[in-house]
């Protein structure tokens, strides 16, 4: 898509997050979720990573129309993992298959990169090999590390979990910087 622009999410556009959610919820297995939230949870989510600085990000045409969204939050909450974060991405369905996906990573990948983080981690719902966010981050870098067989019961069936994660900034090889962001936010020096 040539005329897409990935800016960061405002609450403006929460109204059109929410129906790019409810329907992966009800239609798809990428979300755990059973029942999709409605605005006023999904606005609590957006304000809690937008308050703790993480990056959310939409993907609008050239009519301003939200056609995706992705964001970076917390992989865990304790503060060791402070340098860790899991990604999220979600696209309307009549822009899947058109790059949507890969340009909001590509872009958060970049916006997380910039906070000093030093992995990401997808937890992709129905990790099957074929999957498109399989997929999508494979293209991405991203290498499998963890699978969770017969996690999830969605749709009349099981599905498992794939866990998948993406190294920045030296990842593990070298010590983290004092003056990253995930340190100063959430360090103990």
Sequence with gaps: MSSLTIRDAEPADLDRITEIYADAVANGTASYELSPPGRDEM???????????FPYLVATDSDGIVLGYAYAGAFRARPAYRFIVEDSVYVAPEAKGQGVGRQLMEQL???????????????????????????????????????????????????DTVFMQ????????IPPDPASWPERKFGQG
């Design 43 to 53: 606005g609590d989510r957006y304000a809690a990573l937008k308050a703790s600085g």
């Design 109 to 159: 990948i970049e916006a997380t990169r910039a906070l000093g983080f030093r992995q990401i981690v997808a937890v992709i719902g129905d990790g099957s090999p074929d999957s498109a966010s399989v997929k999508l981050h494979e293209r991405l870098g991203f290498t499998h590390s963890g699978r969770l067989v017969g996690s999830g019961y969605k749709h009349g069936r099981w599905l």
């Design 166 to 173: 993406l190294e920045l900034n030296g990842g593990a090889s």
